[in-house]
């Protein structure tokens, strides 16, 4: 079955200090790896998609991910963070078929920044 | 184009109660999914759908039930309301080409006292 973890429920980081959010997953096949972000009292916005070809992925607001199939790791980076950054951070990991479609999330990573 | 639109936004019900929330959309997009998302759980899936007329269930499906009778609706029903169904309810579509993007509706917040 698909799985996905995120290890750190809570992380802080300084404004301006490099970040990265771990994700692992479980799932027997190639999946289709997501990261969304989402602010206190709003919706979930997707950051960046992995469906095949370069490992490396890049996003919305700076955002990057790499994806590792040896490791089943799916990290999200950023070089340089900013107050506006800081919101709860969800892996998805999602396979899709004919009669079984579905994305599931990992529990969430809550990023705050320290000025 | 609404996109994905959840009704109602927020509702309070009594234990025992029953209720439907609709999740509609203008993108016709064949697959459609209900989350509920509680404090450090992240989004637990509850069923979804992958065309008009299926369902099948999710990682949590017990107490719910849904229908899909027209494509561009899923329909969530609440039976006999539990406080442990208090939660925020979200509804996301994916389309065709199964990408993956889900597009999400704003989210229902439902207190069941």
Known sequence: AQSVTQPDIHITVSEGASLELRCNYSYGATPYLF???QSPG????????????????QGIKGFEAEFKRSQSSFNLRKPSVHWSDAAEYFCAVG????SASKIIFGSGTRLSIRP | NAGVTQTPKFRVLKTGQSMTLLCAQDMNHEYMYWYRQDPGMGLRL?????????????EVPDGYNVSRLKKQNFLLGLESAAPSQTSVYFCATVGRDRRGEQYFGPGTRLTVT
């Open chain 2, 46 to 58: 509850i069923h979804y759908s992958v065309g008009e007329g299926t369902t099948a269930k999710g």
């Open chain 1, 95 to 98: 396979a899709f078929y004919s």
């Open chain 1, 42 to 57: 709003q919706g979930l916005q997707l950051l960046l998609k992995y469906f095949s070809g370069d490992t490396l992925v």
């Open chain 1, 35 to 37: 990261w969304y972000v």
